[in-house]
């Protein structure tokens, strides 16, 4: 079992920064492939960020060259550096796990909202 806690959201003024942590539980936390999702009021959750074991990174391309998606497995912790946001970023940022290498995510985090003010 994989248990995920997700902090840094907030309120920030359009044109600002965050970044938002996802701590890890687990043995085997540098071999999970880790992603962030956010979900907007009225929207569907959609895809952000991904990272895998190797470091490979993937972006969706509304945010590509303003966040930067990381992970520090020392410290079983994943991150997303935002930067430029504009209030359309405005959501529940929620970070994901796939433990098995299935492709799959199987664990989410409970959410950390982010609100982005014009």
């Known amino acids: 079992q994989v248990q995920l806690v997700e902090s840094g959201g907030g309120l920030v003024q359009a044109g600002g920064s965050l970044r938002l942590s996802c701590a890890a539980s687990g043995r085997t936390f540098s071999s999970y492939r880790l992603g962030w999702f956010r979900q907007a009021p009225g929207k569907e959750r959609e895809f952000v960020a991904a990272i895998g074991w190797t470091g490979i990174t993937r972006y969706t391309d509304s945010v590509k060259g303003r966040f930067t998606i990381s992970r520090d497995n020392a410290k079983n912790t994943m991150y997303l550096q935002m930067n430029s946001l504009k209030p359309e970023d405005t959501a529940v940022y929620y970070c994901?796990?796939?433990?098995?290498?299935?492709?799959?995510?199987?664990?989410w985090g409970q959410g950390t909202q982010v609100t982005v003010s014009s």
């Open positions: 994901a796990a796939d433990d098995s290498g299935s492709g799959a995510y199987s664990f």
